[in-house]
């Protein structure tokens, strides 16, 4: 079984501009997560999505925002980009009520 | 406001030895303690993990310890080898989302 995919790997932006993340969850499983990995804070949660509904979402501010769609895939935005913006963003996906397995991440590195 | 707090923050170990990490958390409604292990460049993998009415779980060399009363939980990897060194999370969740995650501990295994 595929694992959870993440697109694109890299992504190198400027201060100003917005950028959009992708993830596939793994096949079957309906609830993805995001989370922003850096040195200094660690993994933080950033918001949840069950059938294309957000269910929780962690203390990041409203520039940061995300979507899934019918078939469970989900993006995550981040709009007016900042230099404290870059980070691994990170997403998981699980079946409701069970464990969370992580994709290989995004790095965002904002210029 | 860290919801885990995890130490040590490194260690080294020889091949052979036995690697232990310890997490403290505060929220006594978390029910769900899983373990992680990122290396470079990858995202984190689940390890193991444990839910408050067990005070042990064994799977191969890797054990949770748990303590409900303490609001304490550990991770012991038993024969450390060099393949396990990583970096290693604890978190903690209401069900089985939104996990707050530990600040990791860097393992280094030395041959």
């Known amino acids: 079984k595929a694992g959870v995919t993440q697109t694109p790997r890299y992504l190198i932006k400027t201060r100003g501009q917005q950028v959009t993340l992708s993830c596939s969850p793994i096949s079957g499983h309906r609830s993805v997560s995001w989370y922003q990995q850096t040195p200094g804070q660690g993994l933080q949660f950033l918001f949840e999505y069950f059938s294309e509904t957000q269910r929780n979402k962690g203390n990041f501010p409203g520039r940061f925002s995300g979507r899934q769609f019918s078939n469970s895939r989900s993006e995550m935005n981040v709009s007016t980009l900042e230099l404290g913006d870059s980070a691994l963003y990170l997403c998981?996906?699980?079946?409701?009520?069970?464990?969370?397995?992580f994709g290989p991440g995004t790095r965002l590195t904002v210029t | 406001q860290q919801q885990v707090k995890q130490s040590p923050q490194s260690l080294i170990v020889q091949k052979g030895g036995i690697s232990i990490i310890n997490c403290a958390y505060e929220?006594?409604?978390?029910?769900?303690f899983p373990w992680y292990q990122q290396f470079p460049g990858k995202g984190p993998a689940l390890l193991i993990a444990i839910r408050p009415d067990v005070s042990e779980k064994k799977e191969g060399r890797f054990t949770i310890s748990f303590n409900k009363s303490a609001k304490q939980f550990s991770l012991h990897i038993m024969d450390s080898q060099p393949g396990d060194s990583a970096t290693y999370f604890c978190?903690?969740?209401?069900?089985?989302?939104?996990?707050?995650f530990g600040a990791g501990t860097t393992v280094t295994v030395r041959a």
């Open positions: 929220n006594t409604a978390f029910d769900y």
């Open positions: 998981a996906s699980s079946f409701p009520g069970s464990e969370q397995y």
């Open positions: 978190a903690a969740s209401r069900g089985d989302y939104k996990l707050s």
